[in-house]
């Protein structure tokens, strides 16, 4: 198996799903492809523009904390192996695999979409979630600045916002996030699922280091930004033994409080994460995914609402223990954080601003 550098996936297969056509009708060829011409070049991250009609997404799921969200891209150069956002790729034909990581779509009319529909009359005032589906923060982020934009709007109508992220690259708009945080307008989850560079670096290829984004957490705080951390996926076998010392970490960089999530396998995920193993933990690869069929009810990924987000049985009762005893000894766990919905103000119109 030739794993590629850079990526997260080792495989992009198919999915049909969603009545995928099949690319290769005959694949004979493929046999004696990398004796003639050699191994594939890396492959180049591509940007393709979308020019959806509406940018507000909304869900009625229990376990959710929020009813309605925003995303500026769709696939995410990440690369995060467990990404349980991998199969939104199959609706359009391509591969939760390499594809996810390497054929991104932006949204570069996303701001302007926002302002119309928080114009609207008919628009109820609530929490918008953003980086809920795929990193707002990630690389193509520094050119494409769809996240600032938006941001914009949302200071300018004094909206609040929760942000997710595992990138330093929220530090870029720190500025904004800084005046909103003044008036309980926004809060920001960043995400360290290992202090470990090296399965870091497997497991999250194209993120920032760690330590970036504990100092990111360190100076959103020091700039009065709320702060959640995110230790999520916790993986049997492969990260469960850094909660105790994660948790430490976050606290001690600033961070108002912790959450977690057991890693979830839906979908094309699941074969996607079983090569990743063979390919990165061979030695431990079985182990892994019985302690996550364990969790998951003896299936790779349970999809029901609430134990989805904290698995079942033994295993998850030992890895919520842990945790509520470091979140306990760290000072974590107080109230959430609730933001503000009055001070909400419709975009006025440019003619307006003129007066």
């Not at 094309?268 to 090569?275: G, T, Y």
């Not at 299936?299 to 079942?312: A, C």
């Amino acid at each position: 198996m030739v794993v590629e550098k850079g990526r997260g996936a080792t495989l992009n297969g198919e999915s049909r799903r969603f009545n995928m056509p099949e690319r290769i009708a005959d694949g004979d060829w493929l046999d004696t492809l990398e004796e003639v011409d050699g191994l594939p070049p890396r492959r180049r991250t591509q940007v393709t523009v979308e020019q959806p009609r509406t940018i507000i997404s909304r869900n009625a799921s229990p376990d959710i904390a929020f009813s309605q969200s925003i995303n500026a891209y769709r696939g995410c150069e990440h690369g995060c192996i467990y990404c349980f956002a991998r199969p939104t790729h199959a609706y359009h034909d391509l591969s939760p695999g390499i594809d996810f990581e390497t054929r991104l779509f932006a949204k570069p009319n996303a701001a302007q979409l926002l302002k119309v529909e928080l114009s609207r009359k008919s628009y109820h005032v609530a929490p918008l979630a953003i980086g809920t589906n795929t990193d707002p923060y990630q690389p193509i982020e520094k050119d494409w600045r769809i996240t600032r934009q938006c941001l914009e709007i949302l200071w300018e109508c004094r909206h609040p916002v929760y942000i997710t992220t595992k990138s330093d690259r929220v530090l870029r708009d720190i500025d904004l996030l800084a005046g909103m945080a003044r008036h309980d307008l926004v809060s920001v989850m960043i995400s360290v699922t290992s202090l470990d560079p090296a399965v870091a670096r497997t497991l999250e290829p194209r993120a920032p280091h760690p330590l970036r984004r504990l100092d990111a957490i360190r100076r959103l705080s020091e700039a009065g930004v709320p702060v959640v951390a995110s230790i999520s996926p916790i993986i049997p076998a492969i990260t469960d033994h850094e909660i105790e010392s994660l948790i430490a970490h976050v606290a001690a960089a600033g961070a108002r409080e912790v959450s977690y999530i057991p890693v979830r396998l839906p979908h094309e995920v699941a074969p996607l994460f079983r090569a990743w193993l063979e390919a990165h933990y061979p030695d431990r690869a079985g182990k892994v995914m019985g302690i996550i069929r364990e969790l998951r009810g003896g299936r790779d990924n349970d999809p029901d609402f609430g134990s989805r987000m904290r698995g079942k049985g033994v295993w998850a009762d030992l890895i919520r223990a842990r945790f509520l005893k470091a979140r306990q000894r760290a000072g974590l766990g107080g109230r959430r954080l609730m933001l503000r919905t009055d001070l909400f103000r419709p975009p006025q119109g440019d003619q307006l601003r003129l007066f």
